[in-house]
């Protein structure tokens, strides 16, 4: 068990709509990170968090917003989802110490496999 | 900007066999971590190994190793005694550690099959 939580583990839904991915980081880190992998994209990432800011963008489409609250709990909003939206998506999270001695691994949470039908 | 190169799509191993998994890099980040993962069937992102690159010694856990050339810029992941269970997608990561590059990048991908 990494620490990293991630509801809802399956998700089926309809081109159009819209979802909410929620994430709970371990305990104690600051860093929160988004990922999506597919067969044909591999593990592409989207968007990290820092203690409720974002800190890096990746490749994420407009459709798709993340946000970071205070309890540091991080969600991911997918909207007007398409079928090719269809993929695992999973969170990361680390402590984000600086400095070039600092391991900073990176765990990541069992994904939430989202099904666009 | 970093790269990640898994010059092997699959490798096949003997159960109790060791095996090599490829992984070589590019990055100009001054100081990086270098990080494999383990990706069952089931989905899950398994943490492995990580080696810093000022580290001296190359890293071991378990049976797990990584052989570190940094001149060559390989981080190859070793498998001692392969089990059933090592059955798996394995990923080779990295990502700077100094400076605003956090983010990992991956590699496509090794899937390894161990045989009985």
């Known amino acids: 068990d990494s620490g990293v939580t991630q509801t809802p583990k399956h998700l089926i839904t309809a081109t159009g709509q819209r979802v909410t991915l929620r994430c709970s980081p371990r305990?104690?880190?600051?860093?929160v990170y988004w990922y999506q992998q597919s067969l044909d994209q591999g593990l592409q990432f989207l968007i990290q968090?820092?203690?409720?800011?974002?800190?890096a963008k990746g490749n994420i489409l407009e459709r798709f917003s993340a946000q970071q609250f205070p309890d540091l709990h991080s969600e991911l909003n997918l909207s007007s989802l398409e079928l090719g939206d269809s993929a695992l998506y999973f969170c990361?999270?680390?402590?984000?110490?600086?400095?070039?001695?600092?391991?900073?691994?990176?765990?990541f949470g069992e994904g939430s496999w989202l099904t666009v039908v | 900007a970093q790269k990640i190169t898994q010059t092997q799509p699959g490798m096949f191993v003997q159960e109790k066999e060791a095996v090599t998994l490829d992984c070589t890099y590019d990055?100009?980040?001054?100081?990086?971590?270098l990080f494999w993962y383990k990706q069952p069937s089931s989905g899950e992102m398994i943490f492995l190994i990580y080696?810093?690159?000022?580290?001296?010694q190359n890293a071991t856990e378990g049976r797990y190793s990584l052989n570190f050339q940094k001149a060559r810029k390989s981080a190859n992941l070793v498998i001692s005694a392969s089990q059933l269970g090592d059955s798996a997608m394995y990923f080779c990561?990295?990502?700077?550690?100094?400076?605003?590059?956090?983010?990992?990048?991956f590699g496509k991908g090794t899937l390894l099959t161990v045989n009985p």
């Open positions: 990361a999270s680390s402590v984000e110490g600086e400095g070039a001695f600092s391991r900073n691994t990176i765990y």
């Open positions: 305990s104690g880190d600051l860093s």
């Open positions: 968090y820092y203690n409720g800011e974002e800190r």
């Open positions: 990055t100009s980040d001054p100081s990086y971590g």
């Open positions: 080696q810093g690159s000022y580290d001296q």
């Open positions: 990561a990295m990502r700077g550690l100094v400076g605003s590059n956090y983010k990992l990048t």
